[in-house]
């Protein structure tokens, strides 16, 4: 099982900036700060934005991380506030099909080009 994921980022202060506002709906809050990382989580740190050098931005940056979400309504508001921010739209809050059922999501492209979804699964949490 995966324990954490982190993204580079090319401006951490500009990141941080954009992860508290985007992350709130999903209840992950900045909990780690040092010089060059910094972790966000619910009690530990799960997401990392770690800062690298700048670099090209591939329309599909081929990967992405899926955080996921209480209720379609968080869903909609990280991806609000991810448009309201600078991210590009990758996909719209809607339904999905994945491999064993069908869910909720959004996907975005965050400033720095690492492509991240917000997800919340209704019919297991019935």
């Known amino acids: 099982m995966i324990d954490h994921v982190s993204v580079p980022v090319g401006d951490l202060v500009a990141a941080i ?6 992350l709130a709906p999903l209840g992950l ?3 780690v ?3 060059e990382t910094a972790g966000f989580g619910k009690r530990y740190p ?8 700048p670099r090209h931005h591939d329309a599909n940056p081929g990967a992405h991380v899926a ?13 609000s506030l991810a448009m309201a921010n600078g991210a590009t739209d990758a996909g719209m809050p809607g339904p999905r099909d994945a491999a064993l ?17 917000a997800v919340t699964f209704p019919s297991l949490s019935e």
Do not use: C, M
Not at 17 to 22: I, L, P
Not at 67 to 79: D, G, I, K, N
Not at 105 to 117: S, T
């Open 46 to 53: 799960e997401f990392w934005l770690n800062k690298r050098s």
């Open 67 to 79: 955080l996921r979400a209480a209720s379609e309504q968080s869903v909609r508001e990280f991806h």
């Open 33 to 35: 700060t040092r010089d």
């Open 17 to 22: 900036a954009f992860y508290e506002r985007v």
């Open 29 to 31: 809050s900045r909990l």
């Open 101 to 117: 059922t069908t869910y909720f999501g959004a996907f975005i492209i965050d400033p720095d080009g690492n492509k991240i979804e």
